[in-house]
């Protein structure tokens, strides 16, 4: 049995280098991408296509469904990250939880189907915590407790 002994020096000039990953696109025959987003108890089931920026949320405009401000530009970051803002016609379904909860699954849908679409896009929107399920949900409530941790009044009379 041949011993070879290498010092660091030797070893330094033979790295391998790290394999590149590629992805493909993924897309439908009608050219769209889809993806689900989750937050608390909402699930949004979102398609987006190449268009100008039309966002329909359970057949209704955005500006009817969320009429919050906060909640339509919520749902805008992922398209202001990448520099796609009115590009993508988005079509998505929501079920659950309450309107926040909704626009934040609804912006983690767009998330992942944009890079379901172009996989280019992934470093930016993972670099701005898109990709990331917001996995905090409402805390139950304890038996002997008023609320989840909040106990009774104390009285000592």
């Keep these: 049995m041949a011993e070879e002994t290498r010092t660091l020096a030797d070893l330094k000039g033979t790295a391998v280098a790290a394999p590149v990953i590629v992805r493909e696109p ?6 769209r991408s889809y993806a689900t987003g989750k937050r608390k108890n909402a ?9 100008k920026g039309k966002i329909i949320v359970n057949t209704r405009e955005v500006e ?3 009429e919050r401000p ?3 530009m919520l749902i805008n970051q992922p398209f202001v990250a990448c520099n796609r803002l009115n590009e993508f016609d988005v079509i998505c379904n929501v079920n659950g939880g309450g309107l926040s909860g909704q626009a934040g699954a609804v ?7 944009l890079t379901y679409y172009e996989p280019g896009l992934r470093p930016v929107l993972k670099a ?20 989840a941790r909040r106990s009774f009044q104390f009285s000592k009379r």
């Design 43 to 51: 699930v949004a089931r979102v398609w987006i296509k190449p268009g």
């Design 128 to 147: 701005g915590g898109f990709l990331t399920r917001d996995s905090r949900v409402v805390e139950r409530k304890k038996f002997g407790k008023k609320k």
């Design 107 to 113: 912006r983690h849908g767009i998330s992942k189907a």
């Design 64 to 66: 009817k469904y969320f």
């Design 26 to 31: 993924k897309r439908d025959k009608q050219g």
């Design 70 to 72: 906060v909640l339509r």
